[in-house]
């Protein structure tokens, strides 16, 4: 069982940064690999960003690439989400996920999900 809440949100103008942190209860975190997701206004939850359990593999939504950057701490059972040169567009609420087996950008590969933080860019 692994449980995980999600820090860091917030209010923020566009060209702005915001760090995204998603701290891990349990003593296994190393073994998941885990993904940021978001779900904007009126529409469904979409993937963002995830990394392999040691860090060493990322990948990320080709909408947020070379702005945003997924990484992790595994002394700190946390993963986090630098995320700069925000857009409006980037507005939504932010989740992170764990998955027990390979790293992936859907959904349904995730076993534990965080309650979201929200993430406001104006314009």
């Known amino acids: 069982q692994v449980q995980l809440v999600e820090s860091g949100g917030g209010l923020v103008q566009a060209g702005g940064s915001l760090r995204l942190s998603c701290a891990a209860s349990?003593?296994?975190?190393?073994?998941?690999?885990m993904g940021w997701f978001r779900r904007p206004p009126g529409t469904e939850r979409e993937f963002v960003a995830g990394?392999?359990?040691?860090?060493?593999?990322?990948f990320y939504a080709d909408s947020v690439k070379g702005r945003f950057t997924i990484s992790r701490d595994n002394a700190k059972n946390t993963v986090y989400l630098q995320m700069n040169s925000l857009k409006p567009e980037d507005t939504a609420v932010y989740y992170c996920?764990?998955?027990?087996?390979?790293?992936?950008?859907?959904?349904?590969?995730?076993?534990?999900w965080g309650q979201g933080t929200q993430v406001t860019v104006s314009s």
């Open positions: 990394i392999g359990w040691s860090g060493g593999s990322t």
């Open positions: 996920a764990a998955a027990s087996r390979l790293p992936a950008t859907v959904a349904y590969e995730y076993d534990y």
């Open positions: 349990g003593r296994t975190f190393s073994r998941y690999a």
